[in-house]
């Protein structure tokens, strides 16, 4: 079982859907829990960090359950400019790693 | 401000050759990692460094592959003798301090191994 697990997609949605992406992870002793977005052909970039109470960053809403060792990213009214693909990243229980799902892919169009 | 800096951003070689990828932090970041990303596999972490010195090199995926960091600005990804299997984008990140401070990528580098 891989450590961290994504949906692959592609999600394909309306401008102005809402969409959901889930994460699994393995290690119930994993500390720290990350979105991270890529661009087609760029680096990833850190899209926000996923607090145990959850926590919303404008469009943006990022959920914990460590009962289920579930992470949800949630985006409200879709833009264009939100299609990339969506990592999933967890911190394990020691270490300063971070292991990476192999992302969700959103495509949003008009 | 600059971030980090790869380099090259592409190469094409042939099977056996040896090859060597760069990578300058951002200056003051003491963390610097190494990760690899296909289709298959996603993005793999083969190796990090703290204060230059290497701690985690687990994920490197065997003795064809080393890396260095010989100072606070600088760290190679070798791979000698590379095979085709080795095509694949490889990132170099940098972060500073702890673990809730983001990981900075650069832009990395498309190794094709022929």
Redesign the interface.
Known sequence: RKEVEQDPGPFNVPEGATVAFNCTYSNSASQSFFWYRQDCRKEPKLLMSVYSSGNEDGRFTAQLNRASQYISLLIRDSKLSDSATYLCVVKGGGGNKLTFGTGTQLKVEL | DAGVIQSPRHEVTEMGQEVTLRCKPISGHD?LFW?RQTMM?????LI?F?NNVP??DSGMPEDRFSAKMPNASFSTLKIQPSEPRDSAVY?CASRVGP??Q??H????TRLSIL
């Open positions: 963390y990760y596999r996603g993005l793999e972490l990090y703290n701690i985690d990132f673990l809730n983001p990981q990528f650069g832009d990395g």
